[in-house]
């Protein structure tokens, strides 16, 4: 086997963070309403993601607000999808359920991308794309089948699981209407102003459930979860994944994405205590198959 390359290493960070993410994130939704925590998380990622654009493009010697001038009819909308509507749904879920389940079910938002994409007429499946959507959705029904069962969480866990798979629809659909606008705006860009668009929803949404934090409780560990999810995750992390499609391909980097709920479930596992149940283990088995499948059936830039 061929040594791994340096991209092949920062991918397999980016991987280890996102996977932590999940019950890192939950540590801070233990004593914070999940609106409350973020808002604050995203207000950090404004600020990553702000730092790590301006040096480009002083860099590269382009306009910062050029981006939003031109296509803010697009990226506005885009931000508050992908970034107000599904990020609360996420939250929401992942207050409710297992970090593993919440993991399993995240990883079918490339089926929703597929979906949308044909719809669109951005992408075409073959029988064995949607014979893998099929299998996908089969292994989804199950982890979300387990939580009905579960008393990891509480009697909610049915609920949290529900709401990851909205939130896993929502991400996909706005990954899916996002390809539109990469010709015309860097991924970096449009994800910078679609955080900021977002923000201010997220605040209004965070204040009216401020009341209900027991602030003494929060100590440096929320703190520093609330900079793990909102520094590293959705800013410096997303910076890494995207290097690492530069440099070896789209396809090669979707492998890496496969292992996020492995990770997840492990830490699960390690950090929170949280059982390994028989329907997510194979569950997780058929939605990484399904995912596969759609992969290889899958191809872009259909005109």
Not at 50 to 62: F, H
Not at 63 to 77: C, E, H, Y
């Amino acid at each position: 086997m061929s040594r791994l390359s340096p991209a092949d290493l920062l991918l397999l960070l980016v991987v280890l963070v996102w996977g932590l993410d999940f019950s890192v994130l939950k540590w801070a939704l233990a004593v914070m309403h999940p609106h409350v925590a973020n808002a604050l998380r995203f207000s950090v990622s404004a600020g990553v993601l702000g730092a790590v654009y301006g040096v480009r493009c002083w860099w590269t010697g382009t306009s910062f607000f050029g981006p939003i001038r031109t296509n803010w009819r697009a990226i506005v909308p885009l931000g508050l999808l992908g970034f107000g509507a599904h990020q609360s749904a996420f939250v929401v879920g992942l207050n409710h359920t297992t970090a593993g389940s919440a993991a399993l079910i995240m990883a079918t938002n490339p089926l929703w991308t597929a979906v949308l994409g044909w719809t669109l007429g951005t992408e075409r499946l073959g029988r064995s794309g949607w014979g893998g959507l099929l299998v996908a959705l089969t292994g989804a029904g199950l982890v979300i089948a387990a939580g009905a069962t579960s008393g990891a969480v509480g009697s909610g866990t049915l609920f949290g699981n529900g709401m990851m798979l909205v939130a896993a629809m929502l991400w996909g659909g706005y990954t899916a209407l996002a390809k539109r606008l990469v010709d015309q705006a860097s991924i970096l860009a449009t994800t910078f102003f679609g955080v900021l668009a977002a923000l201010p929803v997220l605040f209004a949404v965070g204040m009216v459930y401020e009341p209900t934090v027991a602030w003494d409780a929060v100590d440096r560990w929320v703190v520093g979860a609330l900079l793990f999810s909102g520094g590293l995750v959705v800013g410096l992390m997303f910076v890494l994944w995207n290097q690492g499609i530069r440099r070896v391909g789209s396809s090669n980097t979707a492998v890496y994405y496969y292992l996020v709920p492995v990770v997840a479930l492990i830490a699960g596992v390690v950090l929170l205590g949280e059982p390994i149940t028989v329907l997510q283990v194979a569950g997780g088995g058929l939605i990484i198959s399904g995912l596969v499948l759609v992969r290889r059936s899958a191809w872009h830039g259909l005109q």
